[in-house]
Every structure is written in structure tokens, then in C-alpha cells.
């Protein structure tokens, strides 16, 4: 399979789980980020079944950089869980893969001298136009001119952008499974360090309480939660792979596409649920949406040209 068609397929993945984020996070069945964040890399640990099947040492420098790159990602996820939970997914993800493109681009030229085409530099900045313009908020009432959860956004996208660029890094040097096992023990050390912060090592530990009498509510969460994980998982998979075999910068720059299956996926669950996903319904707000989709489609297109 091409690595184009697998990007898309995972960008698929990523919005449903990333709506599902959102609906645990906003509805409370998870009380805070941190918690969020915790459990979403200790579940890393499913990479442990891989490790018959090509699992190897490396060597110091590069473990050094697994183990940094995933604790990287961890605090990159924790930023846009704390985004999330303060607006709408369809915001979010666009200010978050606006700044992804314009990081690992620049890193991409000076680590890799990675080039691209003239069509392709286009179609990076033609995406980066229309993530910030479906970003912008209007009818911010505190004059605040982006949403709520802005700058975590920002950080969020800064930091996936040096994870991603170092695993680039990685898999040039080895093979996919490999590394992709190596890293995701970055994930886990990510999480484990969320201990050394008072507040959230306290409320992690007393989420981890709740496991020995747990209520009704809790196992549905949980499970809810394994399967959000389940999505995710699959479809990180399929994007490091796709960043293996593709180009670091159009992978990312793809991000675009999460958001016109946010914004379908948006529309769809806040008939069911319009007290967590309080997706904007007047003309002016659809309206910029849907032109910051075209922009963001012809910006697909054209860093698909190769």
C-alpha cells in the first residue's frame, strides 16, 4: 500500500479516536488531562508482543533518543488533552497541524536536507493558511482573538513535531518495528515522569485506587477508553510507518485531513450529545469551516504531487 493511502487511513483513526477523547475528557468520565495522559502511555506497554518478532538492542545514542522522543510525545499529548478539553476538537486540531508542517519543515532542512517540490512547499503553506483560519474565533467574547486553549495548542504541535522528526531520525537508521517498540518505552517513561508533579501524581494515584472497588460507571469508562486507545494505537501505527517510508513533512502535513473528518464527526455527535460537543451551528461559523476545508483539500492536493 502506498504510503499516502496509509496516511489517510490513519488520519481516519485519529479523528474518531480524537472524538472520543473529547467526549471522556468533556463528560467528565475522566477527571483531569493528567490522568488521561498517564494511562494513554503506560498502554504502550502493548508493544511488548512485538518483541519476538524483531525486537533488537541499539545502540546507546539511539535508545538515548527513543526514550527522549517518546517523553516528548507524552507531554505533546498532555497539551492537546488540556486543549480538547477546553474547546472544540475541529478547533483544536487545526491550530495543532498548523504548527506541526512549519516545525518539521524547518527541521526537516536542517537534519534530513530534506527538499520538496515547489508544489509541495506550496501545499504545506496553502494547509498551515487554512489551519489558522479555521482556528481563528471571531466571537471570542473575552478579545481574545483564537479559542480557548490556544497556546496549549501551539505547544502541543511544537512538541509532536520534534517527536515525529526524531523518529525520522530513528528509522533511518533501523528497522520500523524496532524502533517503533523502542519508542513507545519513551511513552511509558513520558508517563511515568507525570509523577514528579503533586497534583497530578495525586490524582493518578487515586485513579489507580478506583480499580479496587470500582462503580459501574468507571468499567464503562474504562472500557470506552481501551477502545479510544485500541484506535489511537492502530492508527499511530500506521502513521509512523507511513513517516518510515514517506516524507516526514507531507505525513504531517496531512494532518489536514483529521480535520474534515472532525468536523463531519462533530456535527454527528453533537446531535446526540450537544452539552459535550458544542459544535457553532449559525451560517458565519459553518461558513468558515467549510472554506477553511477547501483551502486545507486543495493544500492535500497539491502536497500530494510528487
Not at 67 to 72: A, C, H, N, R, V
Amino acid at each position: 500500500m502506498h504510503w499516502l493511502a496509509i496516511t489517510i487511513s490513519a488520519r481516519f483513526l485519529n479523528a474518531f479516536g480524537i472524538i472520543l477523547d473529547k467526549f471522556l475528557l468533556t463528560s467528565k468520565k475522566v477527571s483531569h488531562p493528567s490522568i488521561y495522559a498517564f494511562y494513554s502511555g503506560i498502554l504502550s506497554s502493548f508493544v511488548l508482543v512485538f518483541i519476538p518478532f524483531g525486537f533488537s538492542l541499539i545502540s546507546f545514542g539511539q535508545i538515548f533518543l527513543s526514550f527522549f522522543s517518546g517523553i516528548i510525545f507524552i507531554y505533546g499529548v498532555l497539551l492537546l488533552f488540556f486543549a480538547i478539553k477546553e474547546n472544540e476538537a475541529s478547533q483544536v486540531m487545526p491550530a495543532v497541524g498548523a504548527i506541526i508542517p512549519i516545525v518539521t519543515y524547518f527541521l526537516s532542512l536542517f537534519l534530513f536536507k530534506e527538499s520538496l517540490n515547489v508544489m509541495q512547499v506550496i501545499g504545506v503553506f496553502v494547509l498551515i493558511l487554512g489551519g489558522l483560519l479555521i482556528s481563528y474565533d471571531a466571537e471570542n467574547k473575552n478579545g481574545k482573538n483564537f479559542f480557548s486553549g490556544f497556546y496549549q495548542s501551539i505547544g502541543s504541535g511544537i512538541l509532536l513535531a520534534i517527536a515525529f522528526a526524531f523518529y525520522k531520525i530513528l528509522y533511518q537508521n533501523n528497522n520500523f518495528l524496532n524502533i517503533f517498540v523502542w519508542t513507545r518505552f519513551g511513552l511509558i517513561l513520558g508517563a511515568l515522569s507525570l509523577f514528579f508533579i503533586r497534583p497530578w501524581r495525586k490524582m493518578i494515584f487515586k485513579s489507580l485506587a478506583n480499580f479496587k472497588k470500582p462503580k459501574k460507571e468507571h468499567v464503562h469508562a474504562g472500557w470506552l477508553f481501551l477502545f479510544t486507545k485500541t484506535l489511537n494505537g492502530l492508527g499511530s501505527i500506521l502513521l509512523n510507518y507511513a513517516i518510515a517510508i514517506g516524507s516526514v513533512t507531507v505525513v504531517n502535513a496531512l494532518v489536514s485531513l483529521e480535520y474534515a473528518f472532525l468536523f463531519l464527526m462533530g456535527f454527528g455527535f453533537a446531535e446526540f450529545y450537544p452539552k459535550i460537543f458544542k459544535e457553532r451551528k449559525d451560517f458565519r461559523s459553518i461558513a468558515q469551516k467549510v472554506l477553511s476545508l477547501i483551502i486545507i483539500s486543495a493544500g492535500i492536493f497539491l502536497v500530494s504531487k510528487s
